[in-house]
């Protein structure tokens, strides 16, 4: 059984900083690459930031470039999504997701919220 379980989330202010982390269970994490995604309320859900399975390749979305650092610790079975300069709207429910290279099954956490307010 695939299990995601996120943590970090919280209230932070402006120009704060969070780090998400999202330990995987039940899946070759090795072999999987990893995203983080955000869903704000009435939005869709975003593509925030992408790690390939060995770490060595990364991609965020223009809105957390240069603030946003993706990473992961595979013996750890670990990745993690460092926040920095946030913003109020950083606001919404980060979830993170997995998929093991070569197939098509996605697995999800089941999200954290982070807050930034003043």
């Known amino acids: 059984q695939v299990q995601l379980v996120e943590s970090g989330g919280g209230l932070v202010q402006p120009g704060g900083s969070l780090r998400l982390s999202c330990t995987a269970s039940?899946?070759?994490?090795?072999?999987?690459?990893m995203t983080w995604h955000r869903q704000a309320p009435g939005k869709e859900r975003e593509l925030v930031a992408y790690?390939?399975?060995?770490?060595?390749?990364?991609n965020y979305a223009d809105s957390v470039k240069g603030r946003f650092t993706i990473s992961r610790h595979n013996a750890l079975n670990t990745g993690y999504l460092q926040m920095n300069s946030l913003k109020p709207e950083d606001t919404a429910v980060y979830y993170c997701?997995?998929?093991?290279?070569?197939?098509?099954?996605?697995?999800w956490g089941q999200g954290t919220q982070v807050t930034v307010s003043s």
């Open positions: 997701n997995t998929r093991r290279d070569g197939t098509v099954i996605d697995y």
């Open positions: 039940g899946v070759a994490f090795s072999y999987s690459r």
């Open positions: 790690i390939s399975s060995s770490g060595g390749f990364t």
